[in-house]
């Protein structure tokens, strides 16, 4: 699948992504040469999924060193300082951009050539979040048996890593290159339709059967639909445990207990934040108010009514039903 | 509030409808003078909402009836019943269209002068709406403390019943009218957000503070926000007591349980069923998968993927928590 993979690259000294929110309908990529040009990409959601993000940034940094290589030391780390503090602006909840902007910034900071140390990270971290999926995959597929009927929620699928397996949708891609004939359900995930516009172009894309539903079906599909397990992806993990996701996460972990239905996160390693000790300190990321009143330019909600858009909340674990 | 007041109106030897579809961008009203404009009306859900479509159901019925005055007996009778069953065939869940049908049908089928009788049976079918939405706000407010915030599904307001009340909504109003302050929480309802649009509109123009937001955000708002009721309306209810409503019930019921908090069903006797003993019997209505598909002419699930569209649906009864 020649979509996935290209997800986010660094080439040519530049950042290319596929501008996410024209999906499904049309496939566009951007081609940064500027930090603002990636700062913006995040913020407006064109590159979405922790993993993604953390990639991106650190591809943002990358091209910033090697636009200042041959200067000064001084002035190499300086631009990335500034590059830095603007990717930190983007967005609170995903941990894994703190990690990567991170990771890259002391790589940076103790070599004699930061310009060539940050370039060198940044691809490390593509190859080794391509390496991760693909191993989350192979765990995940385990646990997956012909005939399994997986909801998913929002878009943990290539489009929120690095590309090809995703971290949510890993298992399912792995169990089906194994023979074992699973089929997807996305949740639309209102207001901005990840897993209608996303999810199910991957799946489709793929040849992996998928059937889009809206959250207020969660709870019909598990009953009427026999759905047999729920997988989801992260975009912070607290010390405890608590998974802070895509707003909807946790009301579909109680249906899931209801139903008895097991619950599974998938998420690699870097989205764990040790420092972070429950979701209680994971903080909501509230988004404005017009991505739930106006829809393709069509006002859906009247004026003088309130709105309210946490996009992604901690999920606080509840014991196993 | 005009507005509400003209949900569905007879007028002129017309059934005068407000198209809830265009609603809240445009409050523009349809004048049928056929069976077909009224049953096309429901169909695509210009009228919605049980109580609503039972009582336009009645008016289509003494439309036909008072063009056909005059006539010989049998032609009249047969004129309604040709338009009988033309309503009949318009929506399966709520079993007020089925109610009000039979109760027109009946009247005139014993009546002398069964066009007078069938216009006479509308008529106090509209009264009677009116007047039971008004009684089920003065029972659900005394349920109602200063400074609750209810969260609602759909649209069980004016908009759903013949006017000013509703049903799920009648016990805000009249607990507004007495002076608590108390308000509302809106589902936006997926996919043709009748929370956003209608409830969000209703709530607007008296003047009720009220906040929309999606289904993913139930579960959130429960728990953060600090909700402390549930109120729904309902399409049909069981002998048993389960109870068919706006896909989305069912999950909501759920999660209500799980935080502790109260949730009622508003709705008149004409609801409740008798003949269906529990909600296993209650057809599910599956609509077009368009409706998920589209929005406002864009394309937001990719071509080559499943939809599932259950509009209405049971809600069994959960035992309480």
């Not at 699948?1 to 290319?16: I, L, S």
């Not at 509230?286 to 909600?301: H, I, K, L």
Request: charged content about 25%; proline content about 5%.
């Amino acid at each position: 699948m020649g979509v996935a993979m290209k997800t986010v690259e660094f080439r040519d000294a530049e950042v290319v992504l596929i501008d996410q929110t024209l999906l499904p309908g049309e496939l566009r990529f951007i081609r940064c040469r500027d930090i603002e040009c990636v700062a913006e990409a995040i913020e407006s959601l064109r590159v979405r999924g922790a993993p993604a993000i953390g990639v991106t940034a650190a591809f943002g940094l990358a091209m910033v060193a090697l636009q200042n290589r041959g200067e000064a030391r001084e002035k190499v780390l300086a631009a990335l300082e500034a590059a830095a503090e603007r990717l930190e602006r983007t967005r609170p909840t995903a941990v894994n951009l703190f990690w990567a902007i991170e990771r890259v910034m002391r790589r940076a900071r103790t070599a004699q050539d930061p310009a060539e140390a940050a370039a060198e990270e940044a691809d490390a971290m593509y190859r080794e979040d391509l390496e991760t999926n693909r191993k989350i995959g192979e765990h995940g597929a385990e646990l997956l048996r012909d005939g399994d009927r997986i909801l998913t929620h929002c878009n943990a699928g290539a489009l929120a890593t690095a590309g090809v397996y995703g971290t949510a949708l890993a298992p399912v891609k792995v169990a089906r290159e194994q023979g074992k004939r699973v089929e997807v359900y996305a949740d639309e995930t209102r207001p901005l339709l990840q897993g209608a516009r996303l999810t199910a172009f991957e799946m489709v894309q793929e040849g992996i059967p998928v059937t889009v539903l809206t959250e207020g079906m969660a709870a019909f599909a598990m009953r009427e639909e026999g759905i047999t397990k729920v997988i989801v992806g992260a975009d912070r993990i607290a010390a405890n445990g608590d998974t802070a996701n895509k707003i909807g996460t946790y009301g579909l972990a109680v249906l899931a207990r209801e139903h008895g239905i097991p619950f599974y996160v998938a998420a690699p390693l870097s989205t764990i934040d040790r420092a972070t000790p429950t979701g209680e300190e994971i903080p909501i990321e509230f988004r404005d108010r017009t991505e739930v009143e106006f829809f393709n330019g069509r006002r859906v909600v009247p004026e003088g009514a309130g709105v309210l858009n946490p996009a992604f909340a901690p999920r606080t674990n509840t014991s196993p039903g």
